[in-house]
Nanobody
Framework: QVQLVESGGGLVQPGGSLRLSCAAS????????IGWFRQAPGKEREGVSC????????YYADRVKGRFTISRDKAKNTVYLQLNSLKFEDTAVYYC????????????????WGQGTQVTVSS
């Protein structure tokens, strides 16, 4: 049925790049806001980025502005998060989720969640 699957995580060196994917099945992302969140060991889950599929507006947390880019491929029903200039502090499990509007707080407004993909930045 309704499912979100994250992929693309891995081990990279500081300054490296990754592209994360959030693929939806069982429903269309066309009418949703899709957010990326992350959770590092011992820390609270935090919002990273969001795209509103209805108007194309994008949003970024201050910590990642200028380094991360969110985008959507309508034909593939997939949202991407391009991670550039990665730092040690970017190490976390990254999750995608859906809501009606972009608000980067991991509350009940986010109705569907994927299982996450691990990003590890290490030298």
């Amino acid at each position: 049925q309704v499912q979100l699957v994250e992929s693309g995580g891995g081990l990279v060196q500081p300054g490296g790049s990754l592209r994360l994917s959030c693929a939806a099945s069982g429903f269309s992302l066309d009418y949703y806001a899709i957010g990326w969140f992350r959770q590092a060991p011992g820390k609270e889950r935090e919002g990273v980025s969001c795209i509103n599929s209805r108007d194309g507006n994008t949003y970024y947390a201050d910590r990642v502005k200028g380094r991360f880019t969110i985008s959507r491929d309508k034909a593939k029903n997939t949202v991407y998060l391009q991670l550039n200039s990665l730092k040690f502090e970017d190490t976390a499990v990254y999750y995608c989720a859906t809501a009606v509007y972009c608000r980067l707080v991991p509350t009940g407004e986010w109705n569907h969640w994927g299982q996450g993909t691990q990003v590890t930045v290490s030298s």
